[in-house]
């Protein structure tokens, strides 16, 4: 497809492309590039069916139409498989608040930017549907029973199945169709985005932009709200969780009258509903794609499926007891602080290159633990990653979609994790972990990045991050 955008670049702008750079594409099946020439820039998008392209792009225009804050699309093959659009930036809001995800505590600017956000939800569910052909949304044109159901077996397949939770197969039917009717009496003829959430908001001068609202169809309001405030991996505090549902409610009611107790009472039940369908993703992506920050995320989803139980205790007991016991199991709890002084520890981890030697060991503790990245597959071989880093997106998709990495982490972070509570049990004050890999570049780099988030997510303790070979150092 590289080929077939630059052809659709040079029709469109009369010349080649200088440079062409692949983006990440999470957990998307589309293929991102950046096309630079000279002082500007484009985004071409790849995907795996014109059908979904074209609803994309015929959302795009529509949106525009209406003064919603989305990128405009400038050229489509004749296909229908590629297309160019707008460069939004570099800065999702997802990156913007990955200080706050890492300590806990938003700031003021962090609860401003994401009350301006959702603010700007009941635009594009309202007005977004004003004039809008239904009937050309990709998948389906409208929330309804199959839909739910399709979410729901996706939870009960992908997830409940592995998690060691027992449970009777018709009992759980039963509540399924109990909790899709009762999801059913919200049915709007509003614009339902259905992936409303942070990676998905781009930030342009300061300014919340909106992608991926392909899966889109009419629905109820509530979803939406749902997925942007309970987006499992942000762990917003309670207190910011409200304001950012008073500051929907607030904007929704330049259109309309809403009652606001009714609205949050409601709005619970679609927590849970939206919590199970991220789980089921979460089950897809991490335990058979391998996809390892899939796989972190899921007890953070639990934190929210635990949250919202309450909302539907009365409606589907049975669901409610299944989901109620796979909240308690301990391999899906949020990681926690242990007992002794964490602030004590201080976690020294390196990334090396075996040809350079094992990194020196200042602390007199004899180095800790050493791994050996090179039994992984080596990005360096494929020219594409040749400039790039382990602290890349494109080098971390292509680590974590062999499935290896994964499997190699795992192992790693169980001996991290048992090894710092007893460090910090002892009041011990030291640790070192070191990663070595042929040129200290890819795989050694990204086990180490890898580490690092996991500990800063589960332990008050100071982190610092040596990339040797690369001459960067981070203090977390």
Known sequence: MKTELENLFRE????????????????????YFRLYSGTDSYIGVAGTMAEENETFCSLSAHFLSKGINVPEIYAVSRDGMCYLQEDLGHESLYDRLLPGRQSGKYSAEDAELLERTIGKLPQIQVEGAEGWDFSGCFHSQSFNPRSIMFDLNYFKYCFLLTSGVEFNEEKLQDDFLILASELMKDMDDTFMYRDFQSRNVMLKDGEPYFIDFQGGRKGPVYYDVASFVWQARSDFPKDLKERLVGAYIRALGKYRRVDEDMFRSRLRIFVFFRTLQVLGAYGFRGGYERKRHFLESIPYAISNLKESVPAVSGICPYLAEICSAMTEMPRFAKPQAVSGNPAALKVRIFSFSYRKGIPEDTSGNGGGYVFDCRGMHNPGKYERFRTLT????????????????????????????????????????????????????????????????HLKAGYDITIELFHREQGVKKIL
């Open 12 to 31: 469109y702008t009369g010349r080649m492309p200088d440079r062409i750079v692949q983006l990440t594409s999470s957990g998307s099946h589309r293929t």
């Open 390 to 453: 382990g602290m890349d997106r494109e080098v971390a998709d292509f680590l974590e979609s062999r499935g290896e990495a994964a499997s190699f982490l795992s192992n790693v972070f169980s001996l991290a994790d048992a090894h710092v509570r007893k460090y910090i049990e002892r009041g011990f004050t030291d640790l070192m972990f070191s990663f070595g890999c042929t040129g200290g570049q890819h795989r050694s780099v990204y086990c180490a990045e890898a580490l690092a988030s």
